[in-house]
């Protein structure tokens, strides 16, 4: 019975975790998704800040870059062309401002 609720909390735990830590790839075929920055807010699928602490970050557009691939729960590959990317973004200066503009990319995230 124990082990039953354990696998139940770390099930419910992956779900309800959406942590955003970071990792830039240098190569298009290891990266999970695709990005590409958009010059105006507008255009955007998803308005990332960058936050300063791993324990900031959430699945709500606050980005955390690691330094290690391991350290990562997502990689991405910044693309040169708008038609290349799966996911647009824009940075934002402020953490409020963070958050999807295009709801329909949010499982690329998770």
Same mark, same amino acid.
């Given at each position: 019975?124990?082990?039953?609720?354990?696998?139940?909390?770390?099930?419910?735990?992956?779900?309800?975790?959406?942590?955003?830590?970071?990792?830039?790839?240098?190569?298009? +075929?290891? $990266? &999970?998704? #695709?990005? /590409?920055?958009? =010059?105006?807010? !507008?255009?955007? %699928? *998803? @308005?990332?800040?960058?936050?300063?602490?791993?324990?900031?970050?959430?699945?709500?557009?606050?980005?955390?870059?690691?330094?290690?691939? +391991?350290? $990562? &729960?997502? #990689?991405? /590959?910044?693309? =040169?062309?708008? !038609?290349?990317? %799966? *996911? @647009?973004?824009?940075?934002?200066?402020?953490?409020?401002?963070?958050?999807?503009?295009?709801?329909?990319?949010?499982?690329?995230?998770?």
């Amino acid at each position: 019975m124990k082990k039953l609720v354990v696998i139940v909390v770390l099930v419910l735990a992956a779900f309800v975790s959406n942590a955003q830590k970071i990792y830039s790839v240098d190569y298009e +075929s290891q $990266a &999970d998704v #695709k990005v /590409f920055v958009v =010059d105006y807010e !507008s255009q955007c %699928d *998803l @308005k990332v800040y960058k936050v300063s602490y791993e324990s900031q970050a959430s699945g709500d557009g606050k980005w955390f870059f690691v330094d290690y691939e +391991s350290q $990562a &729960d997502k #990689k991405i /590959f910044f693309v =040169d062309y708008e !038609s290349q990317a %799966d *996911l @647009k973004i824009y940075f934002v200066d402020y953490e409020s401002q963070a958050g999807w503009n295009n709801s329909s990319k949010k499982h690329l995230m998770y």
